[in-house]
């Protein structure tokens, strides 16, 4: 059974960066993929960043160059370093895993069957 559980989210200001992590277990899928997403309130959940089990990693528009995701295999954990933190990055932030397709299309919320219970990013200007 894959258990997903955020951690590292916060209240921050504007230009500030925090690091998200994401412990995993029960996940082994090589040809799977793994991401962050996040919720703004009131909104839908929108991927954000997305990496494969060889590390090729994928950035929506909005946070690349910003935000970057890894992975220590070794430790089970998945994080997301969030740079140059903007207001318009304030939402909830989840961890998700599908164990197939590498990272391919779809990168949404139908593609992935696994989720983390979301951990809150505040960025204040």
């Known amino acids: 059974q894959v258990q997903l559980v955020e951690s590292g989210g916060g209240s921050v200001q504007a230009g500030g960066s925090l690091r998200l992590s994401c412990a995993v277990s029960?996940?082994?899928?090589?040809?799977?993929?793994m991401g962050w997403f996040r919720q703004p309130p009131g909104l839908g959940r929108d991927g954000v960043a997305f990496?494969?089990?060889?590390?090729?990693?994928y950035y929506a528009a909005s946070v690349k160059g910003r935000f970057t995701i890894s992975q220590d295999n070794a430790n089970n954990t998945l994080y997301l370093q969030m740079n140059s933190l903007k207001p318009e990055d304030t939402a909830m932030y989840y961890c998700?895993?599908?164990?197939?397709?590498?990272?391919?299309?779809?990168?949404?919320?139908?593609?992935?069957?696994?989720w983390g219970q979301g951990t809150q990013v505040t960025v204040s200007s």
């Open positions: 029960g996940y082994t899928y090589e040809a799977g993929c």
């Open positions: 998700a895993a599908r164990s197939a397709g590498f990272c391919n299309y779809p990168r949404d919320v139908r593609g992935f069957g696994h």
């Open positions: 990496i494969t089990g060889d590390g090729i990693t």
